[in-house]
């Protein structure tokens, strides 16, 4: 059975930093495009940061230079690095693995930055 195990969400002050991982189990990592999306309340879910099973790495305009996603195939684990934060990042964050064929989320981990 595949789980996606997302950990490191929670209260942060605008300006900070926080480390989200994605631990997987009964899925091979390598070969999939694995993502992280956002959900706010009331929004629908976007996309954060995504990296392919090849390693290209796309971002949301709103995270570019502040947010980095990586990816360690070895321990099936995606990490999203998260600097100065804003207030609008204060979401839910899934991450997300996908092939053509099928696709797993995670349950969430909630991130809130205060003002």
């Known amino acids: 059975q595949v789980k996606l195990v997302e950990s490191g969400g929670g209260l942060v002050q605008a300006g900070g930093s926080l480390r989200l991982s994605c631990a997987g189990s009964?899925?091979?990592?390598?070969?999939?495009?694995i993502a992280w999306y956002a959900q706010a309340p009331g929004k629908q879910r976007e996309l954060v940061a995504s990296?392919?099973?090849?390693?290209?790495?796309n971002y949301a305009d709103s995270v570019k230079g502040r947010f980095t996603m990586s990816r360690d195939n070895a321990k099936n684990t995606m990490y999203l690095q998260m600097n100065s934060l804003k207030p609008e990042d204060t979401a839910v964050y899934y991450c997300n693995a996908q092939r053509p064929d099928m696709y797993y989320w995670g349950g969430g981990t909630l991130v809130t930055v205060s003002s």
């Open positions: 990296i392919s099973s090849d390693g290209r790495t």
């Open positions: 009964g899925i091979t990592f390598r070969i999939y495009d």
